[in-house]
Nanobody, 118 residues
Framework: VQLQASGGGLVQAGGSLRLSCAASGPTSNEYAVGWFRQAPGKEREFVAGISRSGGSTSYSDSVKGRFTISRDNAKNTVYLQMNSLKPEDTAVYSC????????????WGQGTLVTVSS
């Protein structure tokens, strides 16, 4: 399974962005997908996850109520809608595919940079 994250950019605080994670491979829809982020000087952290069917989701406390994860299995794509962005959301965001919504994470894609200006 190969993953490619896109959609990052520069946005003002309070703004919105939608990230996409495009998966390729014959079994790409058989995996849960998670979004992660890593800010400069910090460890990578889990942001949101979605089950294979899309019926279950999970969010970190720091983004709950502001971010929404969804997937379109017909397009082999998982989305992360980010609203009410804050400067502390600035990070490189990447996606991963795994067996369950909380991992283990087996495949990783390259990240996309999100910068939120104050």
């Amino acid at each position: 399974v190969q993953l490619q994250a896109s959609g990052g950019g520069l946005v003002q605080a309070g703004g919105s962005l939608r990230l996409s994670c495009a998966a390729s491979g014959p079994t790409s829809n058989e995996y849960a997908v998670g979004w992660f982020r890593q800010a400069p000087g910090k460890e990578r952290e889990f942001v949101a996850g979605i089950s294979r069917s899309g019926g279950s989701t999970s969010y970190s406390d720091s983004v709950k109520g502001r971010f929404t994860i969804s997937r379109d299995n017909a397009k082999n794509t998982v989305y992360l809608q980010m609203n009410s962005l804050k400067p502390e959301d600035t990070a490189v965001y990447s996606c991963a595919a795994g067996l369950r919504i909380f991992g283990p994470w087996l495949y990783w894609g390259q990240g996309t940079l999100v910068t939120v200006s104050s």
